[in-house]
């Protein structure tokens, strides 16, 4: 079976143009038979060919479908089916249960004995499908991750080792931070965070017990509480991840580290600060590196009237563009799909990033690292030198960098970047502030865009509802008497009873016209901005907000909650 897999493999890779050389193959035969799932998994890690293609291949060679257990939707129904112990003993991982058949992901498809065992097990017909060995281990991980399950290994860690761990000493803790318990414990709650997409994860000290929040469509939700006792392990466990100080707890540090997942890594950023209670740890989750499966402008539901301006300026031959919004309203996303909607063989395109969150083909990519002084400022004064067309910024914190970015701009290049402010035209105005002469931001400036991350409506328990008179002449004028629906979610398993899951973003866009270079020049206000912009068009944040909640994708109360700022203008 391994021979005619290997064979038919071969012609698909000729077929496909895509090309290994001999001695890369051979040097991994050497270590895996040539027809088993390992040796494609190798080929694989050791980037001699991408995933997706290799494993599409890989199953087509075997005449069984390929499926990402990472990425698809994995039913909870499926995987109640089989336990997890045996699931990581037969290397299989249930996906979905559709009419009495269940489908299994497994590296080896055609392994009768497992296949019945697993229909023994689940009393159901079991369907096959093909993935790799680490995709599925690390799916098993991934979808049987639960509250139930971390606290469950919690209460033994308390049980066993919970009260020595106040009388440890510092160096007691460290080795208790690569204990397996310990380990056992952070990873479920990493992949927990994953599983339920979350964007940041808080462990919180109390002065009774530890708690741990996370933030999930753009709200904390606590999900755990345990014994105070143990939060000293986890933190040292994140430390020694990190690289950090482990015995210093006096001041705040900031590290990085990185897990496998499948073929792929998943990066987290995090912040450590002491207080009163002891340290708290927030970790930021960053995109998977390697995933390509991001979306693109045309399927972020953009708004027309913003989108196609957009698609203007991003094509424009020179000057500055930028991004604005509060931190994890997702800027660099739409940065992101804005440079693959321009990237070609014709188009020099490089990145200055803090961290790199997704790796692009046909980009040049860099990422600053503080620890040795290579700051935004230092690597885009060297790219300069590079002969770029376009340019990302990830964000300019500094006179330095905005003077640079500026510059460049103003010299040929296309330049795209991120900008804390509360709206677009506040963006305009915070360049001058950083220190920019208004002579120089005027003819530089193409144009802001600013976005939000509202909550999406849960599409399983959506439902219509008529709003009162009093919301809707908040909102409207002159909508006494209107009959026109708004959608809530109404809290279903799906989405944890919240109602919602996911989220879509809401936009605001400033042109920057002749008009308005001529404003900044003079020095002139936010309000005068404004209206000028108003003349070409712009629209403020709520306005899309609201559009969006009459589409039905999120709720009035989203858009207030992320838009208060706009109601009194």
Aim: net charge negative; with cysteine.
């Amino acid at each position: 079976m391994g021979v005619i897999v290997e064979d038919k493999f071969l012609e698909l890779l000729q077929a496909n143009r895509i090309l290994i050389s001999p001695e890369d193959y051979e040097r991994v035969a050497v270590r895996h038979d040539r027809g088993s799932p390992e040796f494609l998994e190798a080929l694989v890690k050791e980037n001699l060919i991408e995933c997706s293609k290799a494993c599409k291949l890989w199953g087509d060679s075997l005449g069984i479908a390929y499926v990402d257990p990472l990425s698809s939707l994995v039913m909870p129904e499926a995987t109640e089916k089989i336990p997890q112990d045996i699931a990581k003993k037969t290397r299989s991982l249930p996906l979905y249960l559709v009419d009495s058949v269940l489908t299994v992901a497994m590296c080896n498809p055609f392994d009768v004995q497992t296949l019945r065992r697993l229909e023994g097990i689940a009393r159901l017909t079991v369907s096959p499908v093909f993935a790799l060995p680490c995709e599925i281990l690390d799916g098993i991980e991934l979808h049987y991750s639960s509250e139930v399950s971390i606290q469950e290994s919690i209460a033994g860690l308390e049980k066993t080792e919970g009260l020595l761990v106040s009388e440890l000493s510092p160096d007691d803790i460290a080795q208790m931070g690569e204990s397996q318990s310990v380990i056992k414990i952070f990873n479920s709650l990493l992949y927990l965070a994953i599983k339920e997409r979350t964007s940041d994860i808080h462990i919180e000290p109390e002065e009774e017990s530890t708690r741990i929040r996370l933030r999930i469509d753009g709200r904390l939700r606590e999900v755990l509480r345990f014994s105070r006792s143990i939060m000293k392990a986890l933190t040292v466990r994140t430390k020694i991840l990190c690289g950090v100080n482990v015995s210093d707890s006096r001041f705040p540090q900031d590290g990085r580290f990185s897990i496998s997942l499948g073929p792929n890594k998943v990066s987290f950023r995090v912040s450590f600060i002491p207080t009163i209670e002891g340290e708290k740890i927030v970790i930021r989750i960053l995109a998977a590196t390697g995933k390509k499966d991001f979306l693109s402008l045309d399927q972020m539901l953009i708004s027309q009237n913003v989108l196609k301006p957009f698609k203007r300026l991003i094509r424009s031959p020179n000057g500055i563009l930028f991004v604005t919004g509060p931190t994890g309203s997702g800027k660099t996303t739409t940065l992101y799909a804005a440079l693959q909607e321009i990237n070609g063989p014709d188009v020099n395109i490089s990145t200055i990033e803090d961290p790199v969150e997704v790796r692009l083909e046909g980009l040049v990519q860099s990422q600053v690292n503080n620890h040795i002084d290579l700051n935004f400022a230092r690597l885009l004064r060297s790219l300069l030198r590079q002969d770029p067309d376009v340019i990302l910024v990830g964000e300019i914190r500094d006179l330095e960098t905005a003077k640079i970015a500026t510059e460049a701009a103003l010299t040929g290049h296309l330049v795209f970047s991120t900008l804390h402010a509360n709206n677009a035209v506040q963006a305009i105005i915070r360049l001058v502030e950083i220190g920019i002469p208004a002579y120089m931001v005027a003819p530089s400036i193409l144009g802001v865009l600013a976005q939000r991350l509202a909550a999406r409506i849960c599409e399983k328990c959506k439902e219509s509802y008529l709003p009162s008179s009093e919301i809707l002449n908040r909102y409207f004028h002159d909508a006494e008497g209107s009959d026109v629906p708004f959608y809530q979610g109404r809290g279903c398993n799906d989405c944890r009873g919240t109602g919602y899951r996911g989220r879509v973003a809401f936009h605001e866009l400033v042109l920057v016209t002749e008009e308005i270079r001529s404003l900044i020049s003079d020095n002139a206000g936010l309000k005068s901005l404004s209206e000028a912009a108003r003349r070409v068009g712009y629209k403020p944040l709520r306005y899309d907000g609201l559009k969006k909640a009459l589409l039905g994708l999120t709720t009035i109360e989203e858009i207030e909650k992320l838009a208060a700022f706009e109601w009194a203008t």
